[in-house]
Every structure is written in structure tokens, then in C-alpha cells.
């Protein structure tokens, strides 16, 4: 078992990674005295695969449990899905003293951190993430939200969970596809701060895609500990530190958007997509330095499986939808820039026309 700290004063808590570490979930429970009564949001699937199993852990622990499933997809991340949870919640939570659990990916995490942060103005809630994406990026750091038809992630706020429980044997199940797309985050977090962990990717890269588990908590522990360095920097996201997290995020959650959350693309893969688009607008205005590094990428991504091109999208489009991005300032665009192999910055008010040639150029021909 592995235990970071993300030091954030009286919101500061730990990340637990591990195998097996959520058979000791009760006890945890216990130690923050966070309350008596547990209401689990999960989604079908981990709920047919674990939901009994962690009824049972918080039961014998002597907590009442109250279990809300939402939609496996992207969708749930509504305002709608939203608001039927709080309802729920109300109807249950009588001389009660709640907490929530989030149990899965990324969209039930979002989803039920956001319900977590505006229930009486605040509950508070523990993430238990399911995915391999969930684990080393979107639990961690408070970052929560629902999605409006226009773009993702529109409505939200910055609210810290109590603890974080990665637990490695949930992983076993995971389709390669899921592996994959984590994996692009775990190259960004590689290519913003540690080569070491870059190169350690490349190493082990059949490894960590046959879901090996002494590889996998390797590299989210390196990512976890990333991502927690930046959160304690910048927790609110105000100095633009913390948007460094965000390398590939502009075009990527553009390709997400065009596609209109279809599935065509996980994030992953979008993300995959934004960051050669990154490196390629940094190679074209000067920032970045190292050569070989848009060639050493898209090598990267292709050994993982990941895509290098968009396919069925329009440059109109994904143009359009990169105008919405949150890292705008001051009707300026923001982007997080590699300069070498473990080094990005921040750029505003890159030229248009090198957006748009920079786009085009990952659009399969």
C-alpha cells in the first residue's frame, strides 16, 4: 500500500493506491468521522461487478447505505442526472448524517463530487475510482462538474474529496481500450513534469497494456503524486499553475465536443490527439526546443494504440469548439506548450492561423 498526502491545510487528505485496499474502506470510514450513513453513486456496471461487495464492507463497518446508479456514459453528467440524485438523496437523508462515495470512472466521480459540493452546501464525499483514467486524473484535486449541451465540464466546482481509494485489483476487468486511453493521460503527466516517467512508459508499454500490476501501480502512484503537487500549488486553479495539467486539453476537448460526445472518442484519445496538436503549434511559433519530440510522441501514442489523426470531424468544427475552452483569459487563448521532455508553459494569444493549420494537420486526410 502507497499513501500520498495532498496538502491542502484543513482540506488536505490522503490517496491510498494498492491492491486491496478497498476491503479496508469501513475502517477508513471510521478514522475521518465523516459520518453514519453512505450514499453510493456508481453506474451498472461496477455496481453488477462490486456492489455488493462494498454494501457489505460499509455494512459490517455498522453504516446504513443507500446506492444511486446513473448511466455509463457521458450523458450522466447532466444537470438532469444531477438534480433526480439530489432528490433522492433528500428523500433518504432524514436524522441522518450522510456522506457519498463516488464508485467508478470519471463521470460518476465529476458527478457525484458536484452533488457532493452544493448538497446543503457542502457533504462530504470520498472517491473510490474504477478506471485506470479515474485513478490517476480526475479523482484527485476536486475538480467537479456537469456537462452543458454547448461544452463539458461548464458547470462545476473546486471541492475537496476526504480520501482517495485506488485499488489495483478493480482494474483487472478493464477492457485494453480503457488501459489505452489512461495511458494518454499518464504520457501527459510524463511529458509535463518527469521524463523519467515518460521514458519508463516507453519501456514498459506491453507491460502496462496487459494490464500488469506492479507496472500499473508504478505509474499511478508517479501520477497521483504529479497531480497533487500541482493541486497544492493552485488548488482553485487562479495562478495557472494548475493549468498546466491541462497539456492536449484544448484541442482535445474540441475533438470531444465536435464529435458530440459520441463515443467516437474516448478522452483519452482526444487527449492523445490535442497533445501532438500542442506540440505542433509549439514547434511551429518557437517554444518548443527538442527536435525529436513531436516524432518521439507520435511514436508513443502509436505503440499504445492511441490515434495520431482525427477521422470524421471537420477543422470548422473542432476550431469553433476550442473557442470555449475555460483557459481563455481576457478574450485571449491559453496553451500549455511542451518545450522539452518533461517541460511545458503556458502560451497566450497564439495566432490563429497557426491554430487552424496546426488542426488541420491532425485530420486524417
Keep these: ?22 476491503n479496508r474502506l469501513g475502517l477508513f470510514v471510521k478514522k475521518l468521522k465523516i459520518g453514519n450513513d453512505a450514499v453510493i453513486i456508481t453506474n451498472p456496471t461496477v455496481s453488477r ?34 438534480s433526480g440524485i439530489l432528490e433522492k438523496i433528500a428523500h433518504y437523508d432524514r436524522r441522518r448524517k450522510i456522506f457519498i462515495i463516488a464508485f467508478g470512472g470519471g463521470v460518476v466521480g465529476d458527478l457525484a463530487g458536484f ?19 479515474a485513478q490517476v486524473d480526475s479523482a484527485i484535486g476536486g475538480k467537479t462538474a456537469v456537462d452543458l449541451p454547448i461544452a463539458k465540464n461548464l458547470v462545476g466546482a473546486i471541492y475537496q474529496p ?29 511529458a509535463i513534469k518527469d521524463s523519467s516517467l515518460f521514458s ?24 497521483s503524486a504529479i497531480k497533487a503537487g500541482f493541486v497544492e ?31 467516437l472518442y474516448t478522452h483519452g484519445e482526444a487527449i492523445a490527439i490535442g497533445m501532438l496538436a500542442a506540440a505542433d503549434i509549439s514547434s511551429r511559433i518557437g517554444v518548443l526546443k527538442d527536435g525529436g519530440y513531436l516524432q518521439n510522441l507520435r511514436r508513443m501514442l502509436r505503440e499504445c494504440g492511441l ?3 482525427a477521422k470524421g470531424l471537420k477543422a470548422r468544427d473542432i476550431y469553433e469548439s476550442h473557442l470555449r475552452d475555460k483557459k481563455f483569459a481576457n478574450a485571449r487563448n491559453r496553451f500549455v506548450l511542451p518545450v522539452i521532455s518533461g517541460c511545458v508553459k503556458l502560451t497566450e494569444g497564439v495566432p490563429d492561423i497557426v491554430i487552424k493549420k496546426a488542426i488541420s494537420e491532425i485530420l486524417a486526410k
Design 233 to 263: 500549488k493552485d488548488e482553485f486553479d487562479r495562478t495557472g499553475y494548475r493549468a498546466l495539467l491541462n497539456y492536449g486539453h484544448t484541442i482535445g476537448h474540441a475533438i470531444e465536443a465536435s464529435s458530440r460526445y459520441s463515443g
Design 162 to 190: 476526504r480520501l482517495v481509494l485506488s485499488d489495483t485489483a478493480l482494474l483487472k476487468t478493464l477492457p485494453r481500450r480503457q488501459i489505452q486511453n489512461a495511458l494518454a493521460e499518464i504520457i501527459k503527466y510524463g
Design 49 to 82: 461487478l462490486y456492489g455488493k461487495k462494498i454494501e457489505s464492507l460499509l455494512k459490517l463497518a455498522g453504516l446504513s447505505v443507500l446506492t444511486l446508479t446513473v448511466p455509463d456514459s457521458e450523458e450522466a453528467k447532466s444537470l438532469k442526472t444531477a
Design 200 to 223: 519508463f512508459i516507453g519501456r514498459n508499454m506491453k507491460r502496462l497494456l496487459s494490464n500488469d500490476i506492479r507496472s500499473l501501480e508504478y505509474v499511478i502512484g508517479r501520477s
Design 1 to 22: 500500500m502507497r499513501k500520498i498526502r495532498v496538502r491542502l491545510k484543513k482540506r488536505s487528505y490522503d490517496i491510498i493506491i494498492g491492491r486491496g485496499v478497498l
Design 307 to 309: 490515434p495520431v489523426k
Design 115 to 133: 452533488v457532493s459540493a452544493i448538497y446543503k452546501r457542502g457533504v462530504p464525499y470520498i472517491q473510490v475510482p474504477t478506471t485506470l483514467l
